[in-house]
């Protein structure tokens, strides 16, 4: 009886399997670009392309009520807000409330104070470009000197804007600010960057 090598039993070699390299190549050639856009898409999305609206007239004649704009995110995460820089914040890191859009009239290191109707900015006039005498001074009444991580807010339209001077909103934490306004899209009449 001879014995027949191919019909042994059970073996328990494993086979050789064979990888086509040619198919995992076509492959990769479609994932990985489809992956860097998605990435790419991703990125500049959370960093330029968060948008919000801005609600009431504390803006005027910069910003409307219903304007909606993009907020440049990536700015803030790597450098802090400029005095003249318009912000989006929380007011007091308050996840549930809407946002604030206000411009930055004092940066860590200032002393804001408003004195007869002028806004005072380490001792000097700072001009709002409102034209108007500020009728309510309140927390400002009183000479203010900002911690390093503090930040003044006001609206443009200052007899009409709840900022640091009430004490709902007060002085703003960088952790709190979301990131700069940068250019509005809706209304279409008003569509461009944000000065």
Partial sequence: ???????????????????NTDRIKRVLMWVIPIAVVILLAFFFSWSFGFRTMMIGNSMSDTLEASDVVLVDRLSCAVSEPSRSDIVVFLPKGNKRSNYYIRRVVGVPGDTVQIIDGYLYVNSEVYDLGAGDEITVAGLAEDQITLGEDEYFVMGDNPNNSEDSRHSSVGLVSSDDIVGKVWFVISPFSRFGTVE
């Fill in 1 to 19: 009886m001879r014995f027949n090598r191919k019909n042994r039993g059970l073996t328990f070699r494993r086979r050789r399997q064979v990888v």
